[in-house]
């Protein structure tokens, strides 16, 4: 579930091969930490003060402070082994009532270079706090995870990998790039799910001289603070979940819930575009939707040359597209870059979303042992410029595998794959093959945690303010009704009528909404209503999915 979190722009080569790299990346890698008691040796971890310098690079703000602080590597043997967690922070403006803590979602989205990039949005909370950020364990400075950057054996893009009718290449491409990804992330590898990140916030918590937790999180953002809760409600403070992620559905399900999300998106767009003349689709609503499956599929069978030596298939467009659906904001750029490809032939505008979106760039050449030479193995953080260029999309597919308990057999695989397609098609023509292969994601890896699914719920903690967007691609609306019933009394709904993923950045209805609770402590009613333009909200009293 990524936000506005991009890996490093490239044009692929390979027709269709963006979903299937995206599953090919992460699958068959190590297990994440199991739940385990609290050990009582960890007072060394609790005793930490971080030290804030200004943090170095020539993109860094000036008033941008940065840290660090140490954690265990595996919790349950906190002597085995440690990691470092870069951390930033703006300091506090007004008077200070500690610090409110970030993460902007992904999974595997690091938090100090977004800070550094787009924290000005966070300015008004600095009346109130330091608005503090992190790189979690296995991405970005801490400890970056990766699979290693490869030609078309290491990412199995090769054409014959991308028939799901096939699957046999498919799965024993899956397990080679299983061994790959382990030999470049290193141990935390085996301990970079959310159960043990959610420890390590508890450890920032205690460094920042906090006694309680206030916390902001946008889309997997909301999984890592609803499991903290769980695990430490008695240190939740003013915790905002924003784009709430599902706590419950298997990864199968998810890739048909993105879907149908992902369609909703694309119909709210078609029904914007067909309105302008300039509408590459024309002005009839119903036609236009059928012209962009037609456009799909023939891209598919046929794709596009860029110009500079790729092709961009049906797929490619497919994930453009939904990159750009994330916000409301992107969608005359949309509609110019349909309006060039349907038109003139140019790619260039699609690629632009493309390079952007959540499929990794298949790159050429071969991989070599010493390609991430520079990286730390001692936990110690990296620098800035030898964190991997796929650690975004390698930590996503590790994160979401280490927090999902289901790892169906190759057989099993095969037999779903001859009637699931027809249900992702039905969830989104558009969009359902795109997903399909998160059944795929996990493949090969050892059994993730259980803890979300059985123990993330009836929190006793104080109240928490989650937000959902009735338009949202990626964490659909109906997510936040159902983790806010799955969280018990202490979930307060805010529901937000607009468009695109989350709603801080583009509802200025939202945006009050969630400084007011996190600065004053003003929730809004339960079933509250954020209208479409953003500007003023009302309390409706109702949660419904309707």
């Not at 590597?73 to 506090?92: F, K, S, V």
């Not at 990286?375 to 030898?386: K, Y």
């Not at 945690?449 to 659909?476: E, Y």
């Not at 607009?498 to 402590?521: A, E, M, N, Q, W």
Request: hydrophobic letters at 35%.
């Amino acid at each position: 579930m990524l936000v506005k979190l991009s890996p490093r722009p490239a044009v692929r080569r390979c027709a269709g091969a963006g979903a299937l790299t995206l599953a090919l990346l992460g699958a068959g890698l190590p297990a994440a930490a199991a739940d385990r008691p609290p050990q009582p040796d960890l007072s060394r971890f609790y005793r930490q003060k971080p030290a804030w310098t200004g943090c170095k690079g020539p993109d860094m703000p000036k008033d941008l402070q940065c840290a660090k602080v140490t954690v265990p590597l595996d919790y349950a043997r906190p002597r085995a082994g440690t990691l470092d967690i870069a951390l930033a922070r703006y300091r506090a403006t007004g008077t200070s009532q500690g610090s409110v803590l970030l993460n902007f979602g992904g999974p595997g989205g690091p938090g100090v270079s977004e800070l550094a990039s787009d924290g000005r949005k966070f300015m008004d909370l600095t009346n109130g706090y330091d608005v503090v950020t992190f790189d979690p364990r296995g991405v970005g400075r801490s400890s970056p995870v990766s699979c290693g950057e490869g030609g078309d054996d290491a990412s199995g893009t090769t054409d014959d990998h991308t028939d799901l009718g096939h699957p046999q290449a498919l799965l024993r491409q899956l397990k080679r790039t299983a061994e790959k990804c382990a030999r470049y992330s290193g141990p935390v590898l085996a301990h970079i799910g959310t159960v043990d990140a959610s420890r390590d916030l508890d450890v920032i918590r205690q460094a920042l001289g906090d006694k309680k937790l206030n916390y902001l999180g946008f889309s997997y953002g909301t999984r890592l603070g609803a499991v903290y809760a769980a695990q430490f409600p008695h240190k939740v403070g003013r915790f905002a979940l924003d784009g709430v992620d599902t706590l419950t559905e298997p990864l199968s399900e998810q890739g048909v819930a993105g879907a149908e999300g992902q369609q909703t998106a694309l119909d709210d767009f078609l029904d914007w575009c067909t309105t302008d003349i300039a509408c590459p689709f024309g002005q009839d609503r119903r036609a236009a939707g059928e012209q962009v499956v037609r456009l799909v599929n023939s891209l598919d069978k046929n794709p596009v040359p860029t110009g500079v030596g790729g092709t961009v298939s049906g797929q490619d467009l497919v994930g453009a597209i939904g990159q750009a659906l994330y916000s409301k904001q992107l969608w005359p750029a949309l509609e110019r870059a349909l309006a060039s490809l349907v038109q003139d032939g140019d790619t260039r505008g699609v690629l632009n979303f493309a390079a952007g979106g959540t499929s990794l760039p298949v790159r050429s050449g071969t991989a070599t042992a010493t390609a991430y030479a520079g990286i730390r193995t001692d936990g110690g953080l990296v620098e800035p410029q030898d964190v991997p260029a796929d650690n975004l999309l390698a930590a996503l597919m590790a994160i979401n595998c280490a927090d999902d308990p289901d790892r169906p057999g190759a057989a099993r695989i095969t037999e779903d794959l001859k009637d699931l397609p027809a249900r992702y098609e039905q969830a989104s023509p558009v969009f359902g093959r795109y997903r399909l292969t998160e059944l795929l994601m996990c493949y090969g890896r050892p059994r993730g945690t259980d803890f979300i699914r059985d123990r993330v719920k009836a929190v006793d903690s104080a109240k928490m303010l989650l937000v959902g967007t009735r338009g949202d691609p990626a964490t659909p609306y109906r997510w936040t009704v159902e983790t806010a019933a799955r969280l018990g009394p202490s979930a307060v709904v805010l529901d937000n009528k607009g468009d695109g993923h989350t709603g801080y950045d583009s509802s200025p209805c939202v945006h009050r909404k969630i400084d007011d609770f996190l600065l004053y402590g003003t929730l809004p009613p339960n079933g509250s209503s954020c209208p479409a333009d953003g500007e003023d909200w009302s309390a409706t009293g109702n949660t419904d999915d309707g």
